[in-house]
């Protein structure tokens, strides 16, 4: 078996090598390749951990046919092509915790900076200048600052200014009224951050909606000699319009981390302001500790990822559970599991069209799609030659065009928390209906007929006509055979006249007594099955 491989094509904290390299897995540190050195070798690795340089486009994923896993070691993603990485079933994630306090902490750093022309007067001494008129600040102390994305950092940010007596509101469409409060913040609507605002710091990721979320319509409705932090993502900012603020002198000055090409050009327009505009080369994240922490962290989820199958704890592509619910959730993933796996392998090559799924219960009240994500993933993995993983099970089965249907029902008669999956193919539907018990995964209906089998192990799956004599039948060449039944469970349906018999053998039996069952008795169907 070959060995685990891993690129780190950024810099991280040497205490992320030592963690690959204790799992055993080869490392290869180059944060100095270029771009073609980069491409030639992305090839050969099942990992790679990144920080905010190495552009993962499609590109560079087209030719990381090994990769696995990327694992980001920091917050944004912007580097990373996520809808081609998913296409392609390969994990992200990202280390969100490890820098909250560095980004929060030179946020508020280039906040003081900005408001007391800290750099400015700094380099001016060293030029030989001693200019206190020029220099001349203002208080933070009962000054607005308007944050835009009040969570992990934009929280801390909040606190942190409250400190020096400033008034905090902030927008943000996901957070609760009840978080704010507790922070003491006021959420507002976008339009009075901008009009009434003496600070904006900006914290969110980036997406389609806050793609320059601030940009010259924005910048023409703030309040006259606003400043403008940006220690989140480069592209929130249209820079260009931002400049023209400035020098129309509307935005008194801006503090800026982050910038939509990076390493920021020498002759960009940003720059002409130097008394004005304090810039720093990305250092958000970047204190020791900070580097440590989302070293480690990313280490750490890429080694269980690639050495232990497990799912990292920030994905960016995954259906995830939240932790607390994720302790009861894993019996019923399981369940599904094995409910996904028994179908694929008794119907899934009958080219599927429609999954259909059916929840019924508490549990399944937080969010059905890591249930269903694993279903498919279940089965199409055995039919597709293809990766099919939680990552890119909806898409395999969008692009395949199998339509993907889930609904929570509520179903006070019958057992609590109850799963059905449907399939349906060119030849028919087939079904299957699940439950957990202290005592194991049960299989409790099966195309409508009602059961009660222990959903481990194999099952001789037949179906007849409702007639005498094929129990017995099945029961004699097993027996000849010398072949143990463990477990039987008959089903009839008296409308249509048939039945079903499913038997737990305590052994395998081989091909030659399968066919000898289908040779010998008049059956409508019949398939060996292992889960």
Known sequence: MSKVKVLVSDYISDEGIKILEK??????????????EFLNIVGEYDGIIVRSFTQ???????KAEKLKVIGRAGTGYDNIDLEEASKKGIIVFNTPNGNTISAAEHTMALLLALS?????????????????????????????????????????????AQAFG?????????????????????????????????????HTPLTDETYHILGEEEFNRMKENVR???VARGKNIDTLALARAIKEGKVAGAALDVFEEEPLSPDHPILEFEDKVIVTCHLGGTTTEAMDNVSIAAAEQV?????????????????????????????YLKLISKLG?????????ERISAIEIEYGGEMFSSGLKPFTATAIKEILGPVLDHRVNLVNAYIVARE??????????????????????????????????????????????????????????SFIVAIYKDQPGVIGKIGTILGDKGVNIAYMQVGRNVDTGEAISLVQPDTIPSKEIIEEIKNELDLLDLAYIEI
């Not at 990822?305 to 704890?313: A, I, Q, T």
């Not at 449907?422 to 209906?445: A, F, H, Q, V, W």
């Open 116 to 160: 007391r022309n800290v750099p400015q007067a700094s380099q001016a001494l060293y030029n030989g200048i001693w200019d206190r008129k020029k220099y001349n600040g203002i208080e933070l102390r009962n000054k607005t600052l308007g944050i835009i994305g009040l969570g992990r950092i934009g929280s801390r940010v909040a606190k942190y």
């Open 400 to 457: 395949r065009g199998i339509s993907i249907k889930e609904s929570l029902v509520k179903k006070p008669e019958t057992l609590s928390n109850l799963i059905r999956i449907t399939i349906k193919t060119k030849k028919g539907e087939y079904s299957l209906t699940g439950t957990t018990l202290p005592y194991g995964d049960r299989m409790i209906g099966i195309n409508g007929y009602r059961i009660d089998l222990n959903l481990d192990g």
């Open 228 to 230: 403008i932090i940006n």
């Open 303 to 331: 080694a269980a990822v690639l050495k232990y199958g497990r799912l990292p704890e920030a994905p960016l592509n995954i259906y995830s559970i939240e932790p607390q619910v994720l302790k009861k959730a894993e019996p």
């Open 56 to 62: 993962l486009d499609k590109e560079a994923l087209d």
């Open 166 to 202: 400033m008034n905090v509101i902030a927008n943000d469409p996901y957070i609760p009224l009840s978080k704010a409060e507790n922070l003491h913040v006021k959420l507002v609507d976008f339009e009075e951050i901008l009009r009434t605002s003496d600070f904006i710091s900006l």
């Open 23 to 36: 799992e055993n897995i080869e490392v290869t540190y180059d944060y100095k390749l270029s771009r073609e």
């Open 341 to 349: 796996n028994f179908l694929a392998r008794w119907k899934g090559y």
